[in-house]
């Protein structure tokens, strides 16, 4: 079977909108998914800091900040804050 990369939102797809908590039958399923060769990855709108209690459950990588924080494992592979005028 080939690898795949999987894609998760975080808001209504993972968990209920502004919750933490996946339910338990979507984190089996993501380990199941591991287990068989694909990479999993948080796909959200928040910033790296709000997915924080999501990187516990072993994900490969993530989306973080509507695409501007990228990482897969340790590595950043992209990084592109706000400024402080785009902020306001």
Known sequence: MDRKLI????????TPPGGYVPPESALRAIRRAQEL??????CSGRNYGMLAPFLKYGFDGGIA?????????????YNCP???EQKE
Do not use: I, N, P, Q
């Not at 060769?37 to 948080?42: A, C, N, Q, T, Y």
């Open 7 to 14: 894609f998760l939102d975080v808001d209504g797809t993972l």
């Open 37 to 42: 060769g694909h990479k999993v990855f948080l």
């Open 65 to 77: 900040s509507c695409g501007g924080y990228v990482y897969a494992g340790d590595d950043v592979l």
């Open 82 to 84: 706000l400024t402080d």
